[in-house]
């Protein structure tokens, strides 16, 4: 396997103009292996040395990487929009789960909101669990186990569609 430093993947993926980084162009989602980050990320939270936190976000990223693979696989599409209203652009799973409509008795009902033990945060949307981890945002303890325990639900309905992980 070869090891890549960031400024050389930037280049090589051609995400580099003018001086400035740009987000990575998605119209050809076909070709994304959507499925296969599930896989990887599902596994890779799990790694003994893993913080909980950090495991707790992959997790997150795996099941929207599930997800967008499920959108894309069943609608199938050949090409995505680039509009920001697309749910293949959002990290907000009510937006790709609308797009989805699993049964709830497939996926249950998510926490009603993220619980922060910091101070007033901008912060408060349940899908916005994902920052709350990337950021070392203090998430309550019941409410942090409400929403592994209902990301869970999502991975099993993605075994259940995807298939073996």
Known sequence: MNIINKSQFLISTGSIRMGYTEMINVSRCRSFKLADSWKIHRKACKLPDMPIASGHMLFFYAVECGLKHLIIDTKKMKSCS?????????HDLFKILKTLKPARSEIGLPPDQLRLTTPKS?????FDVHLAWRY???????????????????DKFLFRKIGKA
Do not use: A, C, R, Y
């Open 82 to 90: 680039n509009t920001k209203s697309d749910p293949l652009f959002s």
């Open 122 to 126: 901008e912060h408060e949307n349940f």
């Open 136 to 154: 070392g945002l203090e998430i309550d303890q019941k409410n942090e186990k409400e929403i592994m325990d209902w990301l869970q639900q999502v």
